[in-house]
């Protein structure tokens, strides 16, 4: 009923154009640095084992991704919820 | 000053060789010299498109090649004063010509011609490089799909590569109502992603089919609302600000048919 309220009114409701965007939008950065998404689901797996040696992570909410910034450059942003701050990361 | 402007797009049957026939015959119509180029060698089609298939005796590789004249190789329109065409050579492939050929060939013609326009071919070989070689700017074509989308995106990394200033965009067969549900990226979705200046969104409709049929590209069709987005693309091309796209007139709902019955807008169907 609100599909056809919002159409009567002109108005969008979300369609198949989000996925189109975002598929292209994970798509064209991963072009631009030719790195598979196996090759990052590795690179993401080693950070994470570092990152472990020194700080209690939470694994399963780990986010890396690379996206596009302003300048037409590519940037590697990470979110890693930490537990605590181990004392083992002694050198 | 005259000016080459390669069209390119990476996908194929995006439109480019549509849009080069068509803006083609938009500058003339604003009284430019213009000279379209097809440099799909071996696979030449904008003869066809501009309806001068019947005339080519020479072509671009010939006169590369010093067989004959540019002069005997060009074909002018006789609809319109100061459109010409340089087709491709048929029977021969994309090998023929160099970058350093094409250079000089576009080169001459501006010595002649206020725009200088390039059909290039699909793919980033060969013949995308002779293209470039010789073109001041780039327009490059797109389609809302994610294919074209993609390509576009490759094409636009490999103009500034060959260190062309940043291009500019024609968003090709864009449907307004398919925008409007939500399953067709809009003109800012498409530039969220692309991130170029956009100086055409052509509407998808039928004109374009039939004008291929006869070879009368739209843009000579004054009642065709694609043939006007067309030769806004042109105004937009010699500099033109502001020019609004057809594609965006407001498109149709029950209120806005309401309005117009009642007489309070003049909002004009969008072709489809």
């Known amino acids: ?91 | 000053m005259s000016e080459c402007i390669v069209i390119t797009s990476g996908k194929g049957g995006v439109g480019k060789t549509t849009t080069t026939a068509n803006l083609g015959v938009a500058l003339a119509m604003q009284g430019k010299r213009v000279a379209v180029v097809d440099a799909d060698i071996g696979l030449r089609n904008l003869d066809l498109i501009l309806g001068l298939e019947n005339r080519i005796v020479y072509d671009l590789v010939h006169v590369i090649e010093g067989e004959c004249k540019l002069r005997q190789a060009l074909i002018k329109d006789k609809r319109l004063d100061g459109l010409y065409l340089l087709p491709a050579a048929q029977t021969r492939d994309k090998n023929a010509v160099s970058p350093d050929g094409m250079r000089k060939l576009v080169a001459q013609l501006k010595e002649e011609f206020d725009y200088v326009l390039i059909d290039c071919p699909a793919g980033i070989e060969q013949g995308f490089k002779n293209s470039v070689a010789g073109a001041d700017r780039a327009i490059i074509v797109t389609t809302p799909e994610v294919s074209a989308i993609r390509d576009a995106d490759r094409i636009i990394g490999l103009v500034e590569a060959a260190e062309l200033p940043e291009p500019t965009l024609i968003v090709n067969r864009f449907r307004a109502k398919m925008v409007a549900r939500g399953d067709m990226m809009s003109r800012e979705d498409i530039l969220e992603i692309l991130a170029i200046p956009l100086i055409g969104l052509v509407p998808d409709h039928e004109d374009i089919i039939v004008s291929a049929n006869r070879g009368a590209p739209a843009a000579f069709d004054e009642k065709s609302i694609v043939g006007e987005e067309y030769r806004r693309i042109a105004r937009r091309v010699l500099g033109e600000a502001d020019v609004p796209f057809v594609a965006l007139d407001v498109p149709d709902t029950a209120w806005t048919i309401l309005k117009r019955w009642m007489g309070l807008s003049g909002a004009r169907e969008v072709a489809q």
């Open chain 1, 1 to 91: 009923m609100s599909a056809l309220w919002d159409r009567f009114f002109g108005r969008s409701n979300a369609g198949s154009k989000e996925d189109a965007k975002s598929r292209l939008k994970v798509l064209l950065v991963h072009d631009q640095v030719e790195l598979t998404p196996p090759q990052m689901e590795k690179m993401k797996a080693e950070i994470m084992a570092v990152i472990a040696r020194y700080a209690d992570i939470d694994g399963d909410r780990i986010e890396l991704k690379l996206e596009r910034v302003e300048s037409g450059g590519v940037s590697l942003v990470s979110s890693i919820p930490v537990k605590r701050v181990t004392s083992r990361a002694a050198g």
